[in-house]
């Protein structure tokens, strides 16, 4: 018997990707959009998919995601992201499971940069757990890249969804600037930075994606990647050092 299932999405603004989000997700008994005030169109275009749409404050990944997953009434809950697609493919196969074989489900995650499908770099294949029970379900507690924790037997499904995480450069360096702060603030009190570690994280994350991960194999797309990844990694690191070494001694 095919389980009831509520689809949970969290959207800051994103207005140019909610719509064909939702309408992948069209098929689920139930859709909830957890929006954080944002000042585009998101939660307009939100309201004409679902009535369950709600405006709370941003606190972070993990917090709105762990509201989401509390307005849900189904058992089981498909986390997707705004730049996400379920693929009609997947689709078809969710509405195919046998749901009493597992407690949760990882979906292969098809990702793109700059509109190429990206096969190396670690990217590919890239298994999220994604469709779980929710009474089974938790979220990690970290401030960056969280992701759902499920007690019980998890399986893999075959068909992929569809990852269009960098659509532009801008986009992207506002990502990094983003996500590498909260790694600093998460990571400022585990390590103590120094000008080695500054300089050589870096150098080793371009070389371990662009060689050892095959970054090259994607050509310049793959290239950019490498370069990406140790953009981060370097921001992460020089925030870290910030507060360690001038916002704690202010």
Not at 74 to 94: F, G, K, T, Y
Not at 169 to 192: G, P, Q, V
Request: charged share 30%.
């Amino acid at each position: 018997m095919m389980e009831k299932i509520s689809a949970i999405i969290i959207a800051g603004r994103e207005e140019n990707n909610i719509a064909e989000c939702l309408e992948s997700v069209r098929w689920v008994d139930e859709i909830i959009v957890v929006n954080s005030g944002s000042s585009d169109r998101t939660v307009e275009i939100a309201k004409q998919f679902t009535e369950r749409v709600f405006v709370r404050k941003w606190e972070g990944y993990a917090s709105q995601k762990n509201f989401a997953l509390k307005q849900a009434n189904n058992e089981w809950v498909l986390s997707v992201d705004a730049d996400e697609r379920i693929s009609p493919e997947l689709r078809q196969e969710i509405l195919s499971l046998n749901f009493s074989e597992a407690d949760g489900f990882y979906l292969p995650r098809r990702n793109y940069f700059l509109g190429k499908q990206i096969r190396s770099c670690g990217w590919s294949p890239d298994y999220q757990l994604r469709l779980f029970r929710k009474s089974n379900a938790t979220l990690s507690d970290r401030q960056v890249h969280e992701s759902f924790v499920v007690k019980g037997t998890k399986k893999k499904l075959r068909n992929e969804l569809i990852h269009f995480t960098h659509t532009s450069l801008n986009s992207t360096f506002e990502k990094i600037n983003e996500y590498s702060a909260l790694e600093a603030e998460e990571k400022s009190r585990a390590i103590r930075m120094s000008a080695m570690r500054i300089f050589f994280k870096p150098v080793w994350e371009f070389f371990h994606h662009f060689i050892v991960r095959r970054g090259f194999t994607d050509g310049v797309h793959g290239l950019m990647v490498s370069i990406i990844h140790a953009m981060t990694k370097a921001q992460a690191y020089m925030k870290i050092w910030e507060i360690q070494n001038v916002r704690n001694k202010r």
